[in-house]
C-alpha cells in the first residue's frame, strides 16, 4: 500500500437512534461497474418535537453587507462562530453558524466584480470555506486541507493527523496551507450570473460541519440576467432545502464517532447520513404566502446525501409546474418545462413558477417524490390573492457556448466505487482513497477533455473551478443534465460523459462525490491544471 494512501478509521460502533441498513458492494475499477441498486442511507430518527408541517414562515438569510467597496472589489467579513438559534419552536439549537445566522448570510456579487471575504474561525474546529460554483483561484478554492485554525487555538499536528491512520509522514502529506484564525478569500467572479453557495469544506468533516450549519447562498448577478423581465425583488426566493434531525433537546443529531470533530468517522455505515426534518433556509416545512403572480426560485439542494424529486401538488392547471431557466452555471439558453426535478446534493435549478394557474387560497405543497413519510414534504405556498404581473420568461434567456466534444484533447474515467478496505466500507474514486498528494488528472489550461465518470451506485460527482456540459448519458440525457453543471448525478451502473474546458487558473483542485459521507470517507481525487 503506498504510504501517500489513507486508510480510514472510524467503523460501526453502533447507534441508538439510528437505522443502518446493509451494505455491501464490490467491483472492478476500470470496467462498467455492475449496477447496485440504493444500497441505503443511514436515518437518524429524529427526537425533537417538531412543529406541524407549514405552520412556521419561511425566512431568508440576510444579505451580507459589504464593509467597504472600492472600484474593483466588494470587502466583506464573515465570522464562523458557534450560535444558539430558535429552529424548532421553543427550543435552543447550538449551530455552526456564519455570523450568526443559518444558513449563512447571502453573498451578492457581480459578474466581473472581485469579492474579498476576510473570513474569521471562532468556531471550537477548523474550518474552510469552498465557494461552491466558484470559478476560483486555487489558493482561494477551499482546498481541503488549506484550513483556518481556530482563534483560540488548535493542537498542533497529532490531532489532525489521526485523520490519517496507518502511516507516519502523513502531517507532511495534510500540510495545506494553513491560516491561524482569518484569512481571505478572493473570489474574482470571472463568470456568468449563477446561483452558488458556500460550505465548508474541511478534510474529513465537511459532512457533520454542514450539518450544524456552514452554508450559505452566493448569488452572482450579471447585466444579461438584469436585462431579463424575469420576477425579481420579493418574487425571487433563494430556497436552501436540507433534511436534519435533532436529539430531544433540539440539538442537531450526527453520528459522529468523535462529537468534538477531532477524530473523524461515523457510528454508522458511512453511505450517507440522513434527517426526518425537512428544512427549507433553515426553517422546518414553512409556509410563504405568495400572489397569483410569477416567482423566481432558485431551489438548491444543499442536504448531505438525500437526493430529492420535487414537484408541485397540486400541480397547476394548463402546464407543468417548474419552467427552468437557470442550472448550476447559470441561464439556460432557453427556458424549459419540467414537471418534477430530480435534485441531487449540490445542484442548483432556477425556476419560474407562475401562481396565477392557482386560484386564490390554494395551498401549494413542495413534494418529494423521493422522502419518506415525514420527507416527502418540504414546504407550501400559500396563493393569497391577485397582483399585477410585469414579468415573462423570454423565449431566449441568454447565449450557452457550446464546448464541442470533437475538440476535446482526450478522455479520462473515473470510476466511482463502493467497496471494502481491511474489513471498513469505503468510497473510492479508480481505486483510490483520496490522498492530497495523488494527482488523478492533469489538464492542460484551455484544453477541453472527456470527463467519463461510472458508478455502481448514486454518487451526486462535482467538479472545482470549472463548470461543465452533460454529453452522453446512459440511457440517454435527462432535463436536469441541461446548461453548465458542476454537479452531476449518477444512477447505479451509469456512466456519464461531461466536456469540459480548464479555463484560466492553474493549480491542484478537487473532484468529489458531494454525498458528503463519501466525500469524508475518501471519495475525493485531485487534478492539477497547468
Ligand atoms: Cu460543494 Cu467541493 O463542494
Ligand atoms: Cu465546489
Ligand atoms: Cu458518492
Known sequence: MSPTRRTIIGGLIGGAAVTALPFALRGEP???PTAVPDPGFTRIANQ?????QFSLPLKFPPVLRPTRTDSTTDYYTITAREANLTILPG???????????????TIEARSNR???VTTTNQLPVPTVTHLHGGHTP???DGYATDLILPVGGWPAAPAHATSHTGHMGHAAEMAGVVAQGTRDYVYPNKQRAATLWYHDHRMDFTGPQVWRGLAGFYLIRDSVDDALPLPEGDRELPLMIMDRSFD????????SADPTLRTPGLTVNPNGVQGDVMLVNGVPWPFHEVKQAKYRLRLLNAANSRRLRVSLSPSPSGGKAFTQIGSDGGLLAAPQQMSSIYMVPGERFDVIVDFSKYAAGTNVVMTNSLGESSTNKIMQFRVTGPASDSSSIPAQLSTVERLDPN????????TFLNTSRNGKEVHVINDQLFSTGYIMADPRLGQIETWEFRSSTHHPVH?????FQVISREGGLEPEDAGWKDTVRLTPGDSVRVAIRFDDYAGKYMLHCHNLEHEDMAMMANFQVS
Open 30 to 32: 476500470g470496467s462498467r
Open 48 to 52: 425533537a418535537a417538531l412543529p406541524a
Open 91 to 105: 427550543m435552543s439549537t447550538r449551530v455552526f453558524s456564519y455570523e450568526g445566522s443559518f444558513p449563512g448570510p
Open 114 to 116: 472581485r469579492v474579498v
Open 138 to 140: 486555487a489558493d482561494s
Open 248 to 255: 430531544a433537546n433540539g440539538q442537531f443529531t450526527y453520528p
Open 407 to 414: 475538440q476535446s484533447v482526450r478522455t479520462r474515467t473515473f
Open 463 to 467: 467538479v472545482h473551478l470549472n463548470p
